[in-house]
């Protein structure tokens, strides 16, 4: 694979990320005593970040490395849209498509942060789902957006936030199918088993474990192979990208499988990886097709991010370069 193409074609792609958006709010600060009011520290603030999360950092690792990006999404109308929205605009990613709702609130998760140590979190959200009007207002305006753009893949990113219903899931991948689109998943635990068709479904394995009800300890190619099986059975998806934390990923498509191991990393939050993985793998296999490739490239990327603290997008540069180390450059 000439990698130097390959990145210089990602400019080509056109991409939509639909799924549950959220505000990362970072308060960082110090410990140097404990509270006398009760037994927990005080933080003495230094200053405040904010950072886009959920799909909305899909997103950001699209544009990141090049492709043209569009967001569907639902956010309360309040101050935390405003900052959420005016972040993405500021990264290019395309934003005319999310409902502001009166029915929620956005989601925002408040960390505590002191000497890159995360001390308390408090999140701010509700969980249900949109409301029918929002709904359809989502899958209208996707539909129009597919027969106008021909996105080459759409990315499904689900954080149980309500947004991605199983009328909304059964929609879009119909108007995909219809169109010809690429079709990808991050899935959660709510509606694990709505995304039937699909062409690439990447849970990680603690998701698989509790949807399948698997209590073995021991995980290896031939269980994992099983776990494709399983999940094939109820999906008829293309590809499985099972992601094994520090072991790894598992890809499988018919019978081609394999374990791919974790390059050694300094791990410093592993918050936004499965984000990176997604944006990756897809944009990869929409590009290439090559599922062996599409798994290399996203192991690398999900390593890379959590070498930062908090969510992070993937730096283009950085990928190439470590694609061309660990993956033999040019062949």
Known sequence: MNFDVLFDDFR??????????????????KVDRISPEAPVPVIALDHKEYRIGGAGNVALNTVSLGAETTLFSVVGDDDDADMLLGLLQDQHVDTKYIIKSRSRITTNKIRVVSKSQQMLRVDSEVTHDIVSEDEEVLLSSFTSYVKRYQPAVVIFEDYDKGILTPTLIKGIIAVCKEHGVVTTVDPKRAHFFAYEGVDIFKPNLKEVREALHITAAEINEATLREIHAELHKVLQHKVSLITLSEKGVFFQKGSQSRILPAHLRNIADVSGAGDTVIAVASMVYAQTKDIRLMAGMANIAGGLVCEAVGTAAISREMLEKECHR??????
């Open 326 to 331: 660990l993956l033999g450059g040019n062949e």
């Open 12 to 29: 080509k792609l056109r991409i939509a990320v639909v799924g549950d958006v959220m505000l990362d709010t970072y308060w960082w600060g």
